[in-house]
């Protein structure tokens, strides 16, 4: 007990005798913890977001996206052609078991104006299914009805941004705009929704489909079928997510006259499938991320290595005096390298105060959604202290291997 209270009196001691040096040593350590845990939590927090989203939507939903084109040998991206049509919709609706919504959507992009107001906004248009696959919720008045579908109604359901924008001062509920050259109903005002898989429905005015078609925001294949965008599905059980995905399969490929499965114009993705995806690709941004923050933590155990050995210049004499008088070399190197975790671990305990603070500010002013974690506290730490070890290896091992004689003999 005698023994470890000398030794943290005189590693006190070596600290204290130069508290600037010792404050812009631990400096490297505070920035590199600090942007450890705020990065992390940053990485964390997104990665929490998106998947909070996606599963919003259910395990049990598909989407089908439509394939490629290809034109003199050049491969356009997956999702730009237009082999997805309405009735491929209605056809899976109709013959595929254990389907419980099905909902097409095509969109196209207007100016749409409201009074002296007006914005950019994507209209969609879309059958009544689409607020039951897609878990729209409504602030105020009410989605697209089996009738409106029928009826070709014209009439619009608005995300929040563009209540706020066409309609700043007013409700818009009973209003009307123009999009292109018709004149939409205001009959519902959609929750806001942020971004999520099928984009962000906050910029967005929803319209039945077959009134889309008059807009003229609507495709036809050549057959004279109508292009959509994507089919939303959404199964009565996720149990039977395979069958039912197997069965679309076989019916969109007879649909459209494809006999190689490998050739299909068409692509089935599962909300399963896109959270493991997006929790792979999040893990490997929020390790970079990590990655990123530990080079300012490396950069900081350099410093300490550079003022320890420093300091063990300093103290030659002070070395071979109390070697003369009898402390061995582990007295000696225990000093020094229980003086560097000192420096390290305080240094981890400050940064740890500024990156849970710093994370907090950042979540607090929306720029990011952070969730700081107990092992991203406990990993930054850990690692301060593994760089004092690392770090103040050296300079203690070469202070416990001076002579006693030639230190004596230092000015």
Do not use: C
């Amino acid at each position: 007990m005698k023994k470890l209270v000398g030794l943290l009196g005189a590693v006190w001691g070596g600290i204290s005798t130069h508290k600037l040096r010792s404050l812009l040593t631990m400096l490297g350590i505070v920035i590199g913890v600090t942007a450890v845990i705020i990065l992390l939590a940053v990485g964390k927090g997104t990665t929490e977001s998106v998947v909070s989203r996606i599963s919003s939507l259910g395990a049990n939903t598909l989407f089908i996206s439509p394939g490629f084109t290809q034109t003199s040998g050049v491969r356009t991206a997956f999702g730009s052609a237009n082999t997805l049509t309405l009735e491929d919709a209605n056809a899976i609706a109709a013959n595929v078991a254990n389907v419980q919504a099905v909902a097409p959507s095509s969109t196209t992009t207007v100016q749409a104006i409201a009074g002296n107001q007006n914005m950019r906004a994507t209209v969609t248009g879309v059958t009544p299914d689409y607020a039951t696959v897609y878990g729209v919720k409504m602030a105020e008045g009410d989605f697209i009805t089996a009738d409106d579908y029928n009826s070709n109604a014209r009439i619009a359901v608005i995300g929040a941004t563009v209540a706020t924008t066409l309609f700043p001062d007013s409700d818009p509920l009973g209003q009307q705009i123009r999009a292109g050259n018709y004149i939409l109903n205001v009959t519902g005002v959609m929750q806001s929704s942020g971004q999520s898989i099928a984009g962000s429905t906050d910029n967005s005015i929803i319209t039945p489909f077959t009134t889309l078609q008059l807009l003229g925001g609507q495709s036809l294949t050549k057959n004279g079928d109508h292009v959509v965008r994507t089919i939303g599905i959404m199964e009565t059980d996720v149990k039977y997510a395979t069958q039912v995905t197997n069965d679309i399969t076989a019916l969109l490929l007879d649909r459209h006259a494809i006999t190689d499965p490998t050739k299909a114009d068409f692509q089935i993705t599962s909300v399963e499938a896109l959270l493991a995806s997006v929790n792979s690709i999040t893990g490997q941004l929020t390790l970079l991320l990590g990655a990123i923050a530990a080079i300012s933590l490396l950069v900081g155990g350099i410093g300490v290595m550079n003022i320890m050995l420093v300091s063990v210049l300093e103290r030659t004499r002070e070395i071979g005096i109390r070697k003369a008088l009898g402390a061995k070399e582990s007295d000696i190197w225990s000093q020094f390298l229980v003086e560097a975790i000192f420096l390290t671990f305080s240094g981890g305990i400050i940064g740890v105060i500024f990156g849970v603070g710093g994370a907090l500010i950042i979540n607090r002013t929306g720029l990011f959604t952070t969730v700081i974690t107990s092992s991203s506290i406990i990993l930054a730490v850990s690692v301060s202290v593994g760089i004092g070890l690392f770090f103040g290896f050296y300079p203690a091992w070469n202070a416990s291997r001076l002579e006693p004689i030639k230190a004596l003999r230092t000015e």
